[in-house]
């Protein structure tokens, strides 16, 4: 096929779009209709995994306890036994005095009558990957390496529930991106398949006078990649408005589960990632519908 040729099928494919607008204008809406429930479906898992994945972030912390009669420097020796443990990326030495002094502060009618600080140092752990932190909140239990070691809090718990449910939403929300991915195809197909069979006289005559199949499937494909771009650019702007509409509502809700979690996907990267799978959609819905359809005109 000459250049010349592939510039007239272009300039034929937005021709028949002009010229059958009705069609063409149902074609679009549906497009894009099922991008924005897909790609607001697809949207919406990423955030949901993203939430879900920082939230194990908030338990990345263990709580050392000490016996009360361990001394000072001893505990500042249990501080760089911990720091060289495996998944420990910060250790905190809270003194005793600093929490007794918090302590009387916040409340101080629970302490009248106690002269001596009864409460022990306290050791701060940060962990590099709260999912290991089950490993090392029992290593720090072992009393052969750590007999000053009175008492450790973790969340281990918490975390594996956390851990799990991200990826139990990764599983259902690829699941559901796969559904609606091919659910979005047959739609397509079926549109493009009613815009050819609007056309079959035309594409009859064409085949009679000698043309190619390829000179008749090239201008309705690019109907179809017209339509799933430009659909999917239309719901991009959609999803993006109603996006920062819940991302506001979200945000006033207040509770520290739904803190701020920056998206890595910004709104370009929505809008490419969109508009490729609408012109994948639109490019393969055009080539099923076509495919036999017209062998039957």
């Given amino acids: 096929m000459r250049l010349s040729s592939i510039g007239y099928l272009i300039h034929d494919c937005f021709l028949n779009i002009r010229r059958n607008g009705l069609m063409s204008l149902a074609a679009l809406g549906t497009v894009t209709m099922a991008l924005t429930v897909l790609g607001a479906s697809l949207w919406t898992a990423h955030r949901i995994n993203e939430y879900a994945q920082q939230q ?37 030495l809270v003194p005793k005095e600093k929490a007794w002094n918090e302590f009387q502060s916040s409340d101080p009618s629970l302490t009248v009558g106690i002269e001596n600080n009864p409460l022990p140092d306290k050791l701060e752990v940060e962990t590099i990957d709260p999912a290991h932190v089950n490993e090392l909140a029992a290593a720090l239990r072992d009393k052969t390496q750590f007999p000053e070691v009175e008492k450790v809090n973790d969340a281990g718990q918490e975390v594996r529930t956390m851990l799990g449910f991200a990826r139990m939403i990764r599983v259902i929300g690829g699941a559901a991106a796969l559904g609606l991915f091919a659910a979005t195809l047959l739609i397509v197909q079926n549109t493009i398949r009613l815009t050819v069979y609007a056309r079959r006289r035309e594409i009859r005559t064409m085949q009679l006078v000698g043309a190619t199949p390829g000179f008749i499937r090239l201008p309705l494909l690019l109907e179809g990649v017209f339509h799933g771009v430009l659909g999917a650019l239309l719901a991009s702007i959609f999803i993006l408005l109603c996006g920062r509409e819940v991302s506001r509502f979200v945000a006033a809700l207040q509770s520290p589960l739904l803190s701020d979690v920056p998206s890595q996907l910004g709104p370009r990267q929505v809008v490419i990632g969109l508009t490729i799978i609408g012109g994948c959609v639109g490019l393969c819905g055009s080539f099923l519908s076509m495919r036999r359809f017209l062998k039957q005109i």
């Fill in 56 to 92: 194990p972030q908030k338990f990345n912390i263990i709580d050392i306890f000490l016996a009360t009669s361990t001394e000072r420097d001893i505990a500042l020796s249990i501080v760089d036994k911990v720091k060289i443990l495996p998944n420990v990326r910060k250790v905190l």
